[in-house]
């Protein structure tokens, strides 16, 4: 593998849903970056590879986004074959398309390495379909932690008519559910809050719009989760036969 720049999804945290791409990255990579969320047990496949931390989750200490750029970018430039682990899939609020132009503007190779989203991972372990033909035709993927603070277009979102995924959504609950409700979605709509999806410490709490900020509250619902909402969240006879099968 020639020197470049591969950014890798790192899947939902189970390890066994890393890709066969991602793993044969990992193998040939000489530098690997990595993001909090990202499950450690996938670096088994990278023993030869220098790991450097590069944290980035909201709330908390994170590492420049200025300098995970810079410091791709000099690796790559000493001929290094560099991977940037990030959790889920590395273009769906992992900043991934932002950092591949960054890299080919600066003359770097850049592969994408697509990984399984949290969205779907933990809705499908819990027996949730986000698409069920008669009950929802599409999905909406959103994330409530914008950079400029901005508001989403709730109304949009309330009327869509799809199910609706949000992440990083636990510090903004009460936001969600008013701006849905204010937009028109029906207070008994159902919700499926879902923590550390794919994990074995994956948890689930069932609700509906009303009551998901009490029902949270009182199951101590932490991030990282996803929330899903819609009908299909609420369709316990499809979980049933999903949870059997599986």
């Given at each position: ?11 939902p ?8 791409k ?10 690997v970056?990595i993001?909090?969320l990202?499950n ?6 990278c023993?030869?590879a ?9 709330g908390c200490?994170?590492t420049?986004?200025?300098?995970i750029q ?8 000493q ?9 889920g899939?590395?273009c769906?609020f992992?900043?991934?398309?932002e950092e591949a ?7 770097i ?5 697509n ?6 991972a933990g809705?499908t ?7 069920s ?5 599409g999905?909406t993927?959103?994330?409530a ?26 510090a ?6 008013q701006?849905?409700l204010?937009?028109g979605m ?8 879902i ?9 689930e709490?069932r ?11 009182a199951?101590g ?6 929330l899903v ?7 316990l ?7 059997a099968?599986?």
């Amino acid at each position: 593998m020639n020197a470049k720049v591969w950014l890798v999804g790192a899947g939902p945290g189970d390890p066994e849903l890393l890709t066969l791409k991602a793993v044969r990255a990992l193998q040939q990579a000489h530098v690997v970056m990595i993001d909090d969320l990202v499950n450690p047990a996938v670096l088994e496949h990278c023993p030869q590879a220098r790991v450097i931390a590069v944290g980035k989750r909201g709330g908390c200490r994170s590492t420049p986004q200025a300098f995970i750029q810079r410091l791709m970018l000099r690796h790559a430039r000493q001929g290094r074959c560099v991977v940037r682990l990030k959790g889920g899939d590395p273009c769906i609020f992992g900043r991934g398309g932002e950092e591949a132009l960054w890299l080919q503007g600066h003359g770097i190779e850049v592969e994408v390495v697509n990984g399984i989203t949290a969205g779907l991972a933990g809705a499908t372990q819990c027996g949730i379909s986000l698409t069920s033909r008669g009950i929802s035709r599409g999905v909406t993927l959103v994330t409530a932690h914008t950079q400029d603070d901005s508001e989403l277009n709730w109304t949009a979102l309330a009327q869509g008519g799809t199910t609706l995924v949000v992440y990083m959504g636990v510090a903004r609950l009460e936001q969600i559910r008013q701006g849905l409700l204010d937009g028109g979605m029906a207070p008994g709509m159902p919700v499926a809050m879902i923590e550390n999806a794919s994990l074995p410490g994956q948890r689930e709490c069932r609700s509906d719009l009303r009551g998901m900020l009490e029902d949270a509250r009182a199951f101590g619902l932490r991030s990282p989760a996803i929330l899903v909402i819609g009908e299909v969240a609420g369709n316990l006879e499809a979980h049933q036969r999903m949870a059997a099968a599986g």
